[in-house]
T-cell receptor
């Protein structure tokens, strides 16, 4: 699986957009980009995933560069409850695979009032 | 969305005792569940893959006789920490995924339990 690189920590003001970058320069054509977050002392929470097109859901937007070597997770209007560690993971998923995710260190996002 | 529930959410036990943690998929059947361990300020580390009706697959360095996994039904997997010691104190998290759907099958998300914090005195 491709390795990802994320900044160790980031700050963002409440109400502003939080943009979390992720580099995955060795990603292969059939690997998806997944984003999860983990609020302190809780299990990880799925946010969004994508292959090559940009994706948006009720939580966030995922922007993947055309060469797929990097991506950005965007939380459009950050709130204090978005303070968490955000993990960017790339993984090939086949329909019949018992896939698991390899977790890096993630980015600790702190939303400040 | 799909829900995965763990129980207990926290447990304190004496050294040498065994502790069982349950992981349930509440609204879908999971043929596969995963167990992770997370030490303070560290990332999740996969311990084992739990397969319904068959033996679990353990990651390198994880003692299968110490961390017993049973996946007896499509909605329940259990992790038993046998003869627990203080170094086993950690945050244990399970995850499961719904069966793939659509044609072609969609790469679905993985759902996680709330985690179980084990403290061994």
């Amino acid at each position: 699986d491709a390795k990802t690189t994320q900044p160790t920590s980031m700050d963002c003001a409440e109400g502003r957009a939080a943009n979390l970058p992720c580099n995955h320069s060795t990603i292969s054509g059939n690997e998806y980009v997944y984003w999860y977050r983990q609020i302190h002392s809780q299990g990880p929470q799925y946010i969004i995933h994508g292959l090559k097109n940009n994706e948006t859901n009720e939580m966030a937007s995922l922007i993947i560069t055309e060469d797929r070597k990097s991506s950005t997770l965007i939380l459009p209007h950050a709130t204090l409850r978005d303070t968490a560690v955000y993990y960017c993971i790339v993984r090939f998923i086949s329909p019949d695979s018992n896939y698991q995710l390899i977790w890096g260190a993630g980015t600790k996002l702190i939303i400040k009032p | 969305g799909a829900v995965v529930s763990q129980h207990p959410s926290w447990v304190i036990c004496k050294s040498g005792t065994s502790v069982k943690i349950e992981c349930r998929s509440l609204d879908f059947q999971a043929t596969t569940m995963f167990w992770y361990r997370q030490f303070p300020k560290q990332s999740l580390m996969l311990m084992a893959t739990s397969n319904e009706g068959s033996k679990a697959t353990y990651e390198q360095g994880v003692e299968k006789d110490k961390f017993l996994i049973n996946h007896a039904s499509l909605t329940l997997s259990t992790l038993t920490v046998t003869s627990a010691h203080p170094e086993d104190s950690s945050f244990y998290i399970c995850s499961a995924r719904p069966p793939p759907s659509g044609s072609p099958p969609k790469a679905g998300e993985l759902f996680f339990g709330e985690g179980s914090r084990l403290t061994v005195l």
